[in-house]
């Protein structure tokens, strides 16, 4: 079941994967990366819908949600229209699940509402070093990226799996490369090139670190062991900042272990939220 809520002026798409089991079950709230939407969330949870009551959301500026001219694009803006989603939804309390981009939304979220979170899984995400050279270095191929998006992209062969190499280590399922192209051509251009700016700065590196160790919820986060966009020394930077952070590396894969190896994912996450 899908639908819309207006957040802040802002059409947010929304969508409920769960099973009819005749009894409550807890809320598990996806959280997508840069330049994606909830679509990739999917396959998870339905597999943990057994558990859950799965609600996935696009971030706004991406996916089927709308974007606004006149909002920024600070992490820390994200994390507060999470809440505002979930306040309208009548939800009072839920567990996180978030991958890269979105992961750091949701280190904003459990630190500002702790009383709103259970659990969380951050998948792919840890603490950036600064690097003033590196970092110019990035906003460059960034801005290159974002600029340069034509739709023409999804009929040249190939192109979405060469838009996807490096992301991955091993394969995933072949209308997934389309989707994500399709996610990364059809996001809005200021929420893209925005949402590089204040993820990865300055700001964040000096942060950041203090968000992780405010975690006061069980949290576990997964790595991938051949990331090559947030490798895994990241994670391990940020969960020795809390014991409350459990650190998993999952081998052979790269940026989407949740895609790459689902079976090992789902048996991991799985064991984290029983323990």
Known sequence: MSSELIINGVKHYYQWIRQDSGYPK????????????????????????DQFDCLLYDLRGFGRSGHSQNADYEMETYAQELSLLLDKLEISQVYIHAHSMGASIAVLFL????HKACKAILT????????KAAFAAFYF???????????????IPLADRLFMARFLCQPIAGEKYK?????????????????????VSKKSVDTMPDKFAAISVPTLLIAGEKDQIIPPKLGQAAALLNESIQYLEMEKTGHFPMLEDPQEYITRVRDFLSS
């Open 124 to 131: 792919c995400n840890g603490i950036f070093e600064y690097n």
């Open 26 to 49: 807890p809320v598990m709230v996806f959280i997508h990366g840069w330049g994606g939407s909830s679509k990739y969330w999917i396959d998870t949870a339905q597999t943990l819908s």
């Open 111 to 114: 630190a500002e509402y702790p």
């Open 141 to 155: 191929f960034g801005r290159y990226v974002v600029k340069f998006r034509y739709q023409w992209f999804l009929q």
């Open 179 to 199: 989707a994500f192209l399709e996610d990364f051509l059809d996001a809005d251009a200021d929420a893209a090139l925005g949402t590089i700016y204040t993820c």
